[in-house]
């Protein structure tokens, strides 16, 4: 009879024990991540100022086999949670031209290999509206979008090339 309840006691301090050491385990240093901002399927800088980025929105299938690419292109300058911003300087911040070609905006399907370009009227006229040969203000964004054709069904991730900005590689598309 002892032995068994000096074996509930020390199943008692096991159990006890082990409670404890649990929470001591979950209190490892954790790397600190920005949060995803809502909505937002990625964000990239600006090849010539970090200060600018471009956050893509959307890439979602529409009706009449096209694809709509919807992003924004936003001026973090002066802002205190921008790349490079936050710091007192003796200059104020400034506006951020931004310009590229047109070939430069393109997405890549990579289950094909294959290209697209932004899709045209009748009169050969780009589907789209999007800001080019700009200067954006500190604090200043600017929504873009585009239709493309779009790819095959079996395509379920694509990459997208917003002129001058990092490609935003393995993009889901949405139905």
């Known amino acids: 009879m ?6 509930a006691a020390v199943a008692a301090v096991v159990v006890a024990m082990s409670g404890m050491a649990a929470p001591a385990q979950d209190a490892r ?8 901002a809502a909505g937002v399927l990625g964000t990239s800088q600006y090849s010539q100022d970090p200060a600018l980025r ?3 929105l959307e890439v979602k299938r529409i009706s009449g086999g096209a694809l709509m690419i919807r992003w924004r292109i936003v001026n973090d300058a002066g802002q205190t949670n921008a790349p490079g911003g936050g710091f007192a300087t003796s200059t104020p911040a400034k506006g951020i031209h931004y310009d590229f070609d047109w ?8 289950a094909e290999n294959k290209k697209y370009l932004p899709l045209t009227d009748s009169a050969n006229n780009r589907i789209l ?6 200067t954006l203000a500190p604090g200043e964004q600017r929504l873009n979008w585009a239709k493309f054709p779009a790819p095959p069904p079996g395509s379920a ?3 997208v090339t917003i002129p001058n900005f990092e490609p ?3 993009v889901p598309v949405a139905q």
């Open 103 to 110: 070939s430069q905006l393109f997405y890549i399907d990579p």
């Open 54 to 56: 471009c956050d893509l």
């Open 29 to 36: 240093p954790q790397l600190a991540q920005a949060p995803a």
């Open 157 to 159: 991730k694509i990459s």
């Open 2 to 7: 002892i032995r068994g309840s000096a074996l």
């Open 129 to 134: 509206e999007v800001f080019y040969n700009i």
């Open 168 to 170: 935003f590689e393995d």
